[in-house]
């Protein structure tokens, strides 16, 4: 409720009227006393409704309201400060990537470019693919092969089968047998994208071994299988010849005719193949990649060695026999595609006893892919 305003207060400055106004403003204290004292239990019980209030409120959960209001708050603030420096990172992000492609031209990666790796593709250019060599696997059996995918380049060692020595039993003339020939190894490096979707893959198989027990014989070995990768063919073996003449070797396409009186202490060698052995006095030819050549037997009971192989079969030793009636077995060639031993059995009138040569090795195919 408002209070009345009080009336002029006397001064001694206004003689006058200080008697009049004394009067009227002394009368007006007693209204303005009234007044004040109704304003004061007028303030009082609104005292008491706000209090009342405020604890009402406070038990209705104002207090937490209150604190998660402000963690709220905070938490809006935080977020929003956070927001501008992920954003400031992505710009400066943005524009180091920019920067490198601009320098090398490497493209942005995509979400298809997810799990790759940085590549050097033909061109050559950058790009995302699968780094590294991504696979490998060895075949010992022919089959119908899935590429993998994604694979650029493929590496493809491929060895042919070899063939088997040959066999010769006689009681006169000069004995003049081999070991059989490694065929020629080949390594490529081949492009994905000019493979088919299934790739074929054959695996050569070793010329198998010959064997006799007849008084006399000349039996030549068995030639052994290509082996190959989609076009890529290596020529199998040659198998030994048996002969009292001049022989010739065939080492896969490639033809050789060695010296009549076998003076070379070894074989054809080559670094992707060998020849075998041609009489007692040389032994099988050596190869890095491809395998090696098959020894052999001879007059006097004198047999020679396989050749040697680093990276993939050995040739089977020679054997030979000069005692009647005797049985006698050359080498096998090792895995993959040694040559196999010849074998010769001179002066045998019985016919007793089998005279049998080494047999080829199987061939095999390597990839490495990525």
Not at 32 to 37: K, P, S
Not at 118 to 137: D, F, I, M, N, T
Not at 234 to 262: M, Q, R, Y
């Amino acid at each position: 409720m408002p209070i009345s305003p009080l009336p002029t207060p006397p001064s001694t400055s206004d003689p006058a009227n200080f008697d009049t106004r004394a009067d009227a403003f002394l009368g007006a204290l007693l209204d303005f006393q009234a007044q004040a004292n109704a304003l004061e239990v007028n303030v009082n019980a609104k005292e008491a409704s706000t209090a009342q209030a405020v604890a009402d409120a406070m038990a209705a959960g104002l207090a937490d309201a209150a604190t998660n209001a402000a963690a709220t708050a905070a938490d809006r603030v935080q977020t929003g400060l956070d927001r501008v420096a992920a954003a400031a990172d992505a710009q400066r992000a943005e524009a180091a990537a920019a920067g490198a492609e601009a320098i090398v031209g490497l493209p942005l990666p995509t979400l298809a470019d997810v799990g790759k790796a940085l590549v050097v593709k033909p061109g050559p250019e950058l790009g995302y693919g699968v780094a590294g060599a991504s696979g490998y696997q060895e075949f010992t059996t022919s089959q119908a092969w899935p590429k993998p995918a994604d694979a650029e380049y493929f590496w493809v060692e491929i060895v042919p089968a070899a063939g088997s020595g040959a066999i010769q039993r006689l009681t006169t003339g000069s004995p003049v047998v081999s070991g059989g020939s490694s065929g020629v190894a080949l390594r490529e490096l081949l492009r994905g994208a000019d493979l088919p979707a299934s790739i074929n893959v054959v695996v050569g198989i070793g010329g198998a071994a010959v064997s006799s027990s007849a008084a006399t014989a000349q039996i030549a070995g068995n030639d052994g299988g290509d082996s190959s990768f989609h076009t890529r063919v290596a020529p199998g073996g040659k198998g030994g010849v048996a002969t009292t003449g001049t022989v010739f070797l065939e080492l896969g396409s490639l033809i050789c005719i060695p010296s009549t009186d076998s003076s070379g202490s070894k074989a054809l060698s080559l670094e992707c193949g060998a020849m075998g052995a041609r009489g007692s006095t040389q032994r099988g030819g050596d190869s890095l990649y491809g395998g090696a050549g098959g020894g052999t037997g001879g007059a006097g009971a004198v047999s020679s060695q396989g050749g040697v192989s680093k990276h993939a079969g050995n040739g089977g030793d020679g054997a030979a026999s000069n005692v009647s009636g005797a049985s006698i077995t050359a080498g096998s060639g090792q895995f993959p595609g040694g040559g196999g031993g010849g074998a010769c059995q001179y002066s045998n009138p019985t016919g007793a006893g089998t005279t049998t040569s080494g047999a080829g090795a199987n061939g095999r195919v390597r990839v490495w892919w990525w």
